[in-house]
């Protein structure tokens, strides 16, 4: 069965300052993974996502992540943070005999400080 | 018009009231999803759809119920509502055949007091 770990349920940067947000799954076959940001007051929309192919993806505003197979994690990373990133994160995985459903990781809210 | 629409966005319900929470979507996805997003507890899934005739429960269906009243339509009920279903309340959509993801509506806050 497939599963996701967010580690940090909260985390705290300043404004320029590295993000990363850790993700870690369990999978039974290759998985593939998504990260979803879920902005106040509105759902969730696809950040980026790993399918096959290159390992490290790029994704919308500056967000990127890459996939390592031997450390089953799928972190996401932004060089330098903007006050505009603070939002709640989510990891999914999910598994192409699993019906590809997507699995949910329990969140992690991102805050930018000034 | 956005490709999932959630109504109403807010609703404020009564104790004991029967309320219905609408999914509607343009994607021509055949698989829907209820999904409930409480504080600190990610999200929970209430129920599935895999087409018109196929829908299944997910790990909180208890209290709910649901329709797929056409491949575009998902509605889900609380027959009789209780203080602790205050969550907001998600639909999403997927193809079957692409591993896209899903593409979810902006919600539905629900309030019951």
């Known amino acids: 069965a497939q599963s996701v770990t967010q580690l940090g349920s909260h985390v705290s940067v300043s404004e320029g300052a590295l993000v990363l947000l850790r993700c870690n799954y369990s999978?039974?076959?290759?998985?593939?993974l998504f990260w979803y940001v879920q902005y106040p007051n509105q759902g969730l929309q696809l950040l980026l996502k790993?399918?096959?192919?290159?390992?490290l993806v790029k994704g919308i505003n500056g967000f990127e992540a890459e996939f390592k197979k031997s450390e089953t994690s799928f972190h996401l990373t932004k060089p330098s943070a903007h006050m505009s990133d603070a939002a709640e994160y989510f990891c999914?995985?999910?598994?192409?005999?699993?019906?590809?459903?997507?699995?949910f990781g329990g969140g992690t809210r991102l805050m930018v400080k000034p | 018009d956005a490709d999932v629409t959630q109504t109403p966005r807010n609703r404020i319900t009564k104790t004991g009231k029967r309320i219905m929470l609408e999914c509607s979507q343009t994607?021509?996805?055949?698989?829907m999803y209820w999904y409930r997003q409480d504080p600190g507890l990610g999200l929970q899934l209430i129920y599935y759809?895999?087409?018109?005739?196929?829908?299944n429960k997910g790990e909180i269906s208890d209290g709910y119920s649901v329709s797929r009243q056409a491949q575009a339509k998902f509605s889900l009920s609380l027959e009789s509502a209780i203080p602790n279903q205050t969550a907001l309340y998600f639909c999403?959509?997927?193809?079957?055949?692409?591993?896209?993801?899903?593409?979810f509506g902006s919600g539905t806050r629900l309030t019951v007091v």
């Open positions: 999978s039974s076959v290759p998985p593939y």
């Open positions: 994607k021509g996805h055949d698989r």
């Open positions: 999403a959509t997927s193809d079957p055949n692409r591993n896209y993801g899903y593409t």
């Open positions: 759809s895999f087409d018109v005739k196929d829908i």
């Open positions: 999914a995985v999910s598994e192409s005999n699993a019906g590809n459903m997507l699995t």
């Open positions: 790993y399918t096959t192919g290159a390992t």
